[in-house]
Every structure is written in structure tokens, then in C-alpha cells.
């Protein structure tokens, strides 16, 4: 598992803001904040979709898991992203993007870690191991 370095207590994390990229400190249970930088709603829940779900943006600082029956389309920020279903988009993934058997992607994909499992359908421009730094 990923960890976060932790100096602070518990009760809180940090978490990198998906429009500007700045990092802040949030309570653990807050499901969303406004970023102290860019002063923009900044989502931090989990998220799973099991139906068609098409949105402007798509961002959270927690994790999206699109069920078999779900289809996203939408662009995406996310932590990780399971892919069971459908995603159309450009997705960039802060920590991993696992297509599963059966699931199709296609779009723009940014992750450190990617895992496409046999079976999956991959239509999209890839780039792997992209660092935060480097935001455009
Ligand atoms: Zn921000």
C-alpha cells in the first residue's frame, strides 16, 4: 500500500488539490474542503459508479471504481481508478489506473501505475510515470 509520510497525527491527510495541484492538510473524514490556494470545492470522497454518469469534470483526491455496469464519461482526476465497466475521457491518475477483464478505456490515460488486465479493451494515449511536477 501507498502511505503518505506521516509527521502529523492521524486525524488528518494530505492531499494534493486537483485544479492547482497545491498540497493541503485535511481532517481524515472531510469529504470535501475548499483548497486554501485556489479557494475551488475540492472533492475528497470515494466514489463508485454503476450507471451512466457523464459530467464536466470528474475530480476527487479519493478513488473511483466504475462498476461492470458503469460508463464514465467524463475528464477524470482521481487517485486510483478501477475500471470494471466503461470510461471515455482523459483520466490522470495520481497513484494507479487498473483496467479490468472485460472493461473498456478509451481516451487519455496519465498514471504512475498502470495494470490492464487480460481481456480489457485500451483505445487511448498513454503516459506512465509522469511526476507531479510536471502538470500542464
Ligand atoms: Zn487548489
Known sequence: MPSIST???????NVICTHCEQPSEVARRAMSIF???????????DFKITSY???REFFTCG?????????????????HLTV?????GRV????SVRICKKAS???????????????????????????AADCS
Not at 105 to 128: H, K
Open 53 to 55: 454518469y457523464a459530467v
Open 92 to 95: 490522470t491518475a495520481r497513484a
Open 105 to 131: 478505456f478509451q481516451g487519455e490515460l496519465e498514471t504512475p501505475v498502470l495494470l490492464v488486465e487480460n481481456g480489457a479493451v485500451l483505445n487511448a494515449m498513454v503516459r506512465i510515470g509522469t511526476t
Open 35 to 45: 483548497c486554501p490556494h485556489c479557494k475551488k470545492r475540492l472533492i475528497l470522497e
Open 7 to 13: 509527521k502529523h497525527a492521524p486525524a488528518v491527510k
Open 63 to 79: 478513488d473511483i471504481l466504475v462498476e461492470r455496469k458503469g460508463h464514465v464519461v467524463a475528464p477524470i482526476k482521481v487517485g
Open 84 to 88: 470494471k465497466g466503461k470510461v471515455q
